[in-house]
């Protein structure tokens, strides 16, 4: 079973960046495309970033778009999730995991998701 460890998280001023990282166990790393995904307070966990396993193509949710970068190295078994000129709203629990696509929508790959790292932006 994966056991992804998230880290990085923090308290910051808004306008601040920081730098997540996810470590992921297992030897599928380099074979699996994965996701930073975030949850606010009472609201549903979303899907804000992903990248590719092969082609290292990425993705952002609107909300992310143009502030935050997610690369990975497959050789550390690590994803990460640079976010900058970060903004109150941006503040929840950051979590990464794997994905799996259907029909273009992508869901989590693995049913065990790690502690989160906790991000607050104030303002």
């Known amino acids: 079973q994966v056991q992804l460890v998230e880290s990085g998280g923090g308290f910051v001023q808004a306008g601040g960046s920081l730098r997540l990282s996810c470590v992921a166990s297992?030897?599928?790393?380099?074979?699996?495309?994965m996701g930073w995904y975030r949850q606010a307070p009472g609201k549903q966990r979303d899907l804000v970033a992903r990248i590719n396993s092969i082609s290292s193509r990425t993705n952002y949710a609107d909300s992310v778009k143009g502030r935050f970068t997610i690369s990975r190295d497959n050789a550390k078994n690590t994803v990460y999730l640079q976010m900058n000129s970060l903004k109150a709203e941006d503040t929840a629990v950051y979590y990464c995991n794997g994905l799996r696509s259907t029909g273009g929508i992508y869901y989590p790959l693995f049913d065990s998701w790690g502690q989160g790292t906790q991000v607050t932006v104030t303002s």
């Open positions: 297992g030897s599928i790393f380099s074979m699996t495309t």
